[in-house]
């Protein structure tokens, strides 16, 4: 069956870095758009970035334009997340999901598997 999985969450000071990674089994990352959404405690779960299926299209949600980035590997079926200059209000609860033939785009209600998450906590 389709897995996702998260990986690289950790506590990082205010101005850190930190790359997430998401490794899919169970289905073909090359055919599926994939996306990182976060959610903190008490807050609705936001889009961060998406990359569409052949990963020439990226979307990045306001806040983290200019200090993330996604990318993947279709050989290694793995996306990422790399997040520079991190603040404390980048703290959350990050998921991947996958969208079939998707476009990336950061609407939850789109994606057809998620991950468990892992936790990112930025703070000094």
């Known amino acids: 069956q389709v897995q996702l999985v998260e990986s690289g969450g950790g506590l990082v000071q205010p101005g850190g870095s930190l790359r997430l990674s998401c490794r899919g089994s169970?289905?073909?990352?090359?055919?599926?758009?994939l996306a990182w959404f976060r959610q903190a405690p008490g807050k609705e779960r936001e889009g961060v970035s998406g990359?569409?299926?052949?990963?020439?299209?990226?979307s990045y949600a306001d806040s983290v334009k200019g200090r993330f980035t996604i990318s993947k590997d279709d050989a290694k079926n793995t996306v990422y997340l790399q997040m520079n200059s991190l603040k404390p209000e980048d703290t959350a609860l990050y998921y991947c999901?996958?969208?079939?033939?998707?476009?990336?785009?950061?609407?939850?209600?789109?994606?057809?598997?998620w991950g468990q998450g892992t936790q990112v906590t930025v703070s000094s």
């Open positions: 999901a996958a969208e079939v033939l998707g476009r990336g785009e950061l609407d939850a209600g789109d994606y057809d598997y």
């Open positions: 169970g289905f073909t990352m090359a055919h599926y758009a």
């Open positions: 990359i569409n299926s052949s990963g020439g299209k990226t």
